[in-house]
């Protein structure tokens, strides 16, 4: 389910390094706790973040959710195609509705982040803080 | 089930089962079956019930019949709302009024407290569950579990009968726009009767369906939601809500008041409207007519049958008009949206 070579955040975002580009999604818990995800807002090809800045927003029926850069990057691709099929989001959150690529600026940042175990292991603790 | 629960008025509400579209899109065109056990009840009876249900709420109770309802709202004496609410008349001196859950032990206090009548109140919400079965061919899943012919139940009316062989109120009326019936019942029966009536819906299409398609599918048909297009600090000429609002009747808390504002007349109006762009507009969200700040989003969502996002606010009422040019401030950027005609979303009969 989460793919072992993602690293993960707190707020439910993927990245995957490959070389210098890192490719950025949110992970299936968080298409799952939206729901029918019906707006997608991303940046610009070009645009600068640093880590933890907010890089768009994606919304479904019942919630906004901001989505927070993982790691500094510039942006350099945006799946545009997500604007016109958001659903894709809820289908293949860790494949096909990845959302922005670029270079990142400061890879050691990867570092800070949980590998799927780690994150696996902080969701079920979420689950069960819901289920109390 | 795989709900996605949440806390509601201390209630743990489903917010959804397969998803608030697809629920939706079911009560739309095929049924949905909502728990909501979580609306309170209270029942006035006694020779003088009548008076106090008069005395208390907007709408004329007079005209109801026996086994007939009506919406209404339980008036501060400032002619805002303490709550909304449905009165069904059992008998001349016997109503059950239906009431939003978290206002319940609200509206009996109040309702005691300006009970000057010869009359009995009673919050007896604890005694009372009730399922939602709405939609298109929420008539023909019913009728398998009951005797009970049910065309002739006609809209805001109720019968009492059996249900899966429980003894219930059956009502038609609901908070989707679409028909169907909201059925009442002792609590110990909930689960049998929710698993029953899934089954005998499951060949017409009949999901389970939580309180997120539940507020999608009242805001496509323009309907008030406590808490955010009706408060204590809303009149019901400001809420739109004239039609439950009956001057002729005599006086009742909040009477004059409200023939004071109607005199004034309005500064502000609520009015539905629809996003021109693909940005939603959400609860609470600043509303602008060029640079100036005319009102807040009171309800703002996709609507998934429509396939558009709409909202309602309180508008000035020379805004108010169909077609009229707003922004709505989302993310900090001013988003183009129109002013329209509600109900958004009207079933055809």
């Not at chain 1, 689950?127 to 109390?132: F, N, R």
């Not at chain 2, 009706?230 to 004239?242: K, M, Q, Y």
Request: glycine residues 10%; contains cysteine.
């Amino acid at each position: 389910m989460y793919p072992t070579d993602y690293k993960y955040t707190q707020e439910h975002e993927w990245v995957a390094l490959a070389g210098q580009t890192a490719t950025i999604g949110i992970t299936d818990y968080a298409q799952h706790a939206l729901g029918d995800v019906v707006f997608v807002e991303l940046p610009k090809p070009g645009a600068k973040f640093s880590a933890g800045q907010v890089l768009g927003t994606v919304e479904s029926v019942k919630a906004v959710s901001e989505i927070y850069c993982p790691v500094s990057l510039e942006v350099t691709e945006v799946n545009t195609g997500l604007a016109n099929a958001p659903e894709k989001i809820n289908q293949d959150p860790h494949g096909a509705a990845w959302m922005v690529r670029g270079r990142a600026t400061n890879p050691g940042e990867l570092s800070k982040l949980m590998d799927a175990a780690a994150y696996q292991a902080f969701i079920a603790e979420k689950e069960k803080e819901t289920q109390t | 089930m795989g709900a996605k629960m949440v806390n509601f008025g201390g209630w743990d509400m489903p917010v959804e089962y397969s998803g608030i579209v697809s629920e939706h899109i079911a009560v739309r065109t095929a049924a949905g079956l909502f728990d909501v056990s979580h609306m309170g009840e209270i029942e006035i009876w006694g020779m003088e019930a009548i008076a106090l249900v008069q005395h208390v709420t907007s709408n004329d109770a007079f005209r109801l019949s026996d086994g007939q309802i009506q919406y209404s709202g339980l008036m501060t004496e400032e002619g805002t709302f303490v709550d909304d609410i449905l009165v069904h008349r059992f008998s001349p001196e016997r109503y059950f009024l239906c009431v939003n859950a978290g206002n319940q032990d609200g509206d009996f206090e109040y309702i005691c407290a300006n009970n000057v009548f010869a009359a009995e109140v009673d919050n007896c919400g604890v005694r009372y569950s009730q399922l939602a079965l709405q939609g298109p061919r929420a008539p023909q899943i019913l009728a398998r579990l009951t005797p009970v012919p049910l065309d002739p139940i006609r809209y805001y009316h109720f019968v009492r009968g059996p249900v899966n062989g429980v003894e219930c109120i059956i009502a038609r009326t609901g908070y989707t726009g679409e028909d169907g019936f909201e059925i009442y019942f002792a609590p110990e029966h909930s689960e049998k009767l929710w698993s029953a009536l899934l089954d005998a819906g499951a060949a017409h299409g009949l999901i389970p369906c939580g309180l997120g398609a539940r507020n999608t599918l009242r805001l496509e048909a323009s309907m008030c939601l406590y808490g955010h297009e009706i408060d204590r600090t809303t009149t019901v000429w400001e809420a739109n809500l004239g039609w439950i609002c009956k001057m002729d009747k005599g006086l009742f808390l909040g009477h004059r008041a409200l023939e004071r504002q109607k005199a004034a007349g309005l500064r502000r109006i609520l009015a539905g409207f629809e996003m021109e762009g693909r940005l939603i507009a959400r609860d609470a969200y600043p509303v602008f007519c060029g640079d100036r700040e005319v009102g807040r989003v009171t309800s703002g969502s996709p609507a998934p049958f429509l396939k558009k996002n709409i909202g309602m606010a309180y508008l000035p009422p020379e805004l108010s008009a169909p077609g009229t040019e707003i922004q709505i401030e989302i993310r900090g950027q001013k988003a183009p949206a129109r002013v329209v005609k509600t109900p958004f979303y009207k079933r055809v009969k």
